[in-house]
């Protein structure tokens, strides 16, 4: 099946510094991708969604300038977590998805924690 | 808007016994898909079972299978034969079949716990 990673899977980073986390779908190229947020024993919020070459879309009540999402090719997508605080200590998820399927199935990244001390 | 509702923050099962995870929805949409997902405490999202809201008939994967009511919008999923992996936090999730990119909406999960 399809395989989507991300990198770090652990990332532990001072209080007002930036983290960069990335999505890679690793055997197909996926024309769309979803950033998630999930809290500790809660479900996953959407945050964004973007496209290839296009700006993300995020959801209401997302700040678009404290996490910056890139989607500069078919296999990458980035979110960076600028000025990073305490309470952006989160379990971020990737998924991707690519067209054509029947079911334009989403596969999920293995997640990234971000501990921001 | 479309929401997604499941009741059983927890539930429990007898290793070998049978376990049903309910999930109601509420959409104006007639064509959509409804997915159940695992995440276990590795935290990595698996795909269970998917329905296509056309098809009447139920979906089944192995141990696995839905009871899908479109006219009551439920999609529960039963579990035979339970086994210790299948410890883990469900989902249930909508997704629009038009006009959207293919968004998830998601339940709150339920936990269920498989005691041997």
């Known amino acids: 099946g399809a395989v989507v990673s991300q990198h770090p899977s652990w990332v532990i980073c001072k209080s007002g510094t930036s983290v960069k986390i990335e999505c890679r779908s690793l055997?197909?190229?996926?024309?769309?991708m979803f950033w998630y947020r999930q809290f500790p024993k809660q479900s996953l919020m959407l945050m964004a969604t973007s496209n290839e070459g296009s700006k993300a879309t995020y959801e209401q009540g997302v700040e678009k300038d404290k996490f910056l999402i890139n989607h500069a090719s078919l296999t990458l997508s980035t979110l960076t977590v600028t000025s990073a605080h305490p309470e952006d200590s989160s379990f971020y998820i990737c998924s991707a998805s690519t067209s054509g399927g029947v079911f334009n199935e989403q596969f999920f990244g293995p997640g990234t924690r971000l501990t921001v001390l | 808007a479309q929401t997604v509702t499941q009741s059983q923050p927890e539930m429990s099962v007898q290793e070998a016994e049978t376990v049903t995870l309910s999930c109601t929805y509420d959409?104006?949409?007639?064509?959509?898909?409804l997915f159940w997902y695992k995440q276990p405490p590795s935290r990595q999202m698996i795909l269970v079972i998917r329905?296509?809201?056309?098809?009447?008939q139920n979906a089944t994967e192995n141990r696995f299978s839905v009871n899908f009511q479109k006219a009551a919008k439920s999609f529960s999923l039963k579990i035979s034969d339970s086994q210790l992996g299948d410890a883990a936090m469900y989902f249930c999730a909508y997704r629009s079949e038009k006009g959207s990119q293919g968004n998830l909406i998601f339940g709150k999960g339920t936990k269920l716990s498989v005691k041997p």
């Open positions: 959409t104006s949409e007639s064509d959509y898909y």
């Open positions: 329905q296509e809201a056309y098809k009447q």
């Open positions: 055997d197909f190229q996926a024309t769309t």
